[in-house]
């Protein structure tokens, strides 16, 4: 027999605000310590794309000219090689960029301000600090603002039911749906996030001069936004990803060793689009997430929102959640988006029995079920619950 929870509307939002509330005095501050967890995930996330990098130069020092052994090393080493890069890849992104912009360790006393909100991936250190499809202050905008506190609202840019509707209306069989969303993991990055960034950017350029705001992205340089995008997005990081990486490698072995490294490199980008994909995707996009037709109009409201909005992932050590780029506490997470990755095992067991008072569903299963619900509902399968009203 399933569980009944909670209706929305019989939720007391005043309790629950100060219940959550509360949790602030039972963390305390952030700390040196937490800072030097940052730092840990960080260490971890350089080891494995420098490792992967080894394995790429691994592949090229080994002798081709003795069959099979060519394809064992190619495929066996290079593609571990691209693996581990990707990893790094995405860890750079999840574990270190997505909190810092969030400002999770602007109150540690004395930290650099390279690891600060205002300083992290601003200007030149964009190429040091976070070089990827997506420009950081589109990034920041598009997820900090638009997307975290307008959660399963009209104005929330992440939402994939309604940006998948096109898919879901085409008459086509079921399959190549599938088929479609089974290919847009592996690019999405390049495809999705970096011109829609870029789109939700330009209409907050838009609305502050009281203008009509632009209803999609474009990935052709042949427009205003679409030259935009090229110059300052795709290029950036395509010209030092596919061309100056796989250059550095020409001492070791010429040409040959060049195209060696581009393709392993282009497989790594591969691994990284579908592993950022795996666990940013399904946070919030199955048949048992709510979104909301109204905006939220009270703290606790807001509050509960990101709980029923909201699922986590299977938890554990630091090892465990590196891997999913702490994304697996994205309940926790929304309630206090700039708080450090630290603090999310800690107030875990806090927030589920926050839940347990008041009767609400707390989310929490395996990544790998959860986004196997999330391509149902992308492909029109399932539908998000509505809240209608509300």
């Given at each position: 027999?399933?569980?009944?929870?909670?209706?929305?509307?019989?939720?007391?939002?005043?309790?629950?605000?100060?219940?959550?509330?509360?949790?602030?005095?039972?963390i305390g501050a952030t700390t040196e310590?937490?800072?030097?967890?940052?730092?840990?995930?960080?260490?971890?996330?350089?080891?494995?794309?420098?490792?992967?990098?080894?394995?790429?130069?691994?592949?090229?020092?080994?002798?081709?000219?003795?069959?099979?052994l060519h394809w064992i090393a190619f495929?066996?080493?290079?593609?571990?090689?691209?693996?581990?890069?990707?990893?790094?890849?995405?860890?750079?992104?999840?574990?270190?960029?997505?909190?810092?912009?969030?400002?999770?360790?602007?109150?540690?006393?004395?930290?650099?301000?390279?690891?600060?909100?205002?300083?992290?991936?601003?200007?030149?250190?964009?190429?040091?600090?976070?070089?990827?499809?997506?420009?950081?202050?589109?990034?920041?905008?598009?997820?900090?603002?638009?997307?975290?506190?307008?959660?399963?609202?009209?104005?929330?840019?992440?939402?994939?039911?309604?940006?998948?509707?096109?898919?879901?209306?085409?008459?086509?069989?079921?399959?190549?749906?599938?088929?479609?969303?089974?290919?847009?993991?592996?690019?999405?990055?390049?495809?999705?996030?970096?011109?829609?960034?870029?789109?939700?950017?330009?209409?907050?350029?838009?609305?502050?001069?009281k203008e009509e705001p632009t209803l999609?992205?474009?990935?052709?340089?042949?427009?205003?936004?679409?030259?935009?995008?090229?110059?300052?997005?795709?290029?950036?990081?395509?010209?030092?990803?596919?061309?100056?990486?796989?250059?550095?490698?020409?001492?070791?072995?010429?040409?040959?060793?060049?195209?060696?490294?581009?393709?392993?490199?282009?497989?790594?980008?591969?691994?990284?689009?579908?592993?950022?994909?795996?666990?940013?995707?399904?946070?919030?996009?199955?048949?048992?997430?709510?979104?909301?037709?109204?905006?939220?109009?009270?703290?606790?409201?807001?509050?509960?929102?990101?709980?029923?909005?909201?699922?986590?992932?299977?938890?554990?050590?630091?090892?465990?959640?590196?891997?999913?780029?702490?994304?697996?506490?994205?309940?926790?997470?929304?309630?206090?988006?700039?708080?450090?990755?630290?603090?999310?095992?800690?107030?875990?067991?806090?927030?589920?029995?926050?839940?347990?008072?008041?009767?609400?569903?707390?989310?929490?299963?395996?990544?790998?079920?959860?986004?196997?619900?999330?391509?149902?509902?992308?492909?029109?399968?399932?539908?998000?619950?509505?809240?209608?009203?509300?």
């Amino acid at each position: 027999m399933a569980e009944t929870y909670t209706d929305y509307k019989d939720v007391d939002q005043k309790q629950l605000q100060k219940d959550i509330d509360a949790i602030k005095k039972t963390i305390g501050a952030t700390t040196e310590e937490d800072f030097q967890h940052l730092l840990k995930l960080e260490r971890w996330g350089r080891a494995s794309t420098l490792s992967g990098f080894a394995f790429i130069l691994l592949v090229i020092y080994l002798d081709y000219s003795a069959y099979p052994l060519h394809w064992i090393a190619f495929w066996g080493i290079g593609i571990m090689g691209s693996f581990l890069i990707g990893v790094g890849n995405v860890s750079r992104w999840s574990n270190v960029t997505h909190p810092i912009l969030h400002g999770a360790y602007d109150k540690v006393p004395n930290i650099p301000k390279r690891y600060t909100k205002d300083g992290f991936a601003s200007g030149n250190r964009r190429w040091i600090d976070w070089l990827d499809w997506i420009k950081p202050d589109a990034w920041a905008f598009e997820h900090n603002i638009m997307h975290h506190y307008h959660l399963g609202e009209a104005d929330d840019p992440d939402n994939v039911e309604k940006n998948l509707e096109w898919l879901h209306e085409a008459k086509i069989p079921t399959w190549a749906k599938y088929a479609f969303v089974y290919i847009f993991a592996f690019t999405w990055k390049l495809t999705y996030y970096a011109p829609n960034t870029l789109r939700i950017l330009e209409n907050k350029a838009r609305a502050s001069k009281k203008e009509e705001p632009t209803l999609k992205y474009e990935l052709t340089p042949f427009t205003k936004n679409g030259l935009e995008l090229w110059k300052s997005y795709i290029l950036p990081y395509g010209l030092f990803q596919f061309i100056f990486l796989p250059l550095l490698f020409f001492p070791f072995g010429g040409m040959e060793a060049v195209l060696s490294a581009f393709v392993l490199i282009l497989i790594a980008e591969a691994f990284a689009n579908l592993h950022s994909f795996l666990v940013i995707v399904p946070n919030h996009s199955a048949e048992d997430i709510y979104q909301f037709s109204t905006p939220h109009k009270t703290q606790g409201e807001y509050y509960l929102r990101q709980i029923m909005g909201s699922v986590n992932y299977n938890t554990g050590t630091d090892l465990i959640d590196f891997g999913q780029g702490f994304l697996n506490y994205q309940i926790e997470h929304h309630l206090f988006p700039n708080m450090p990755h630290s603090f999310y095992q800690k107030m875990q067991p806090i927030v589920k029995d926050i839940c347990k008072k008041h009767n609400l569903e707390y989310r929490q299963e395996s990544v790998f079920k959860r986004v196997l619900m999330t391509v149902d509902l992308m492909v029109g399968k399932t539908k998000l619950r509505t809240i209608e009203g509300i």
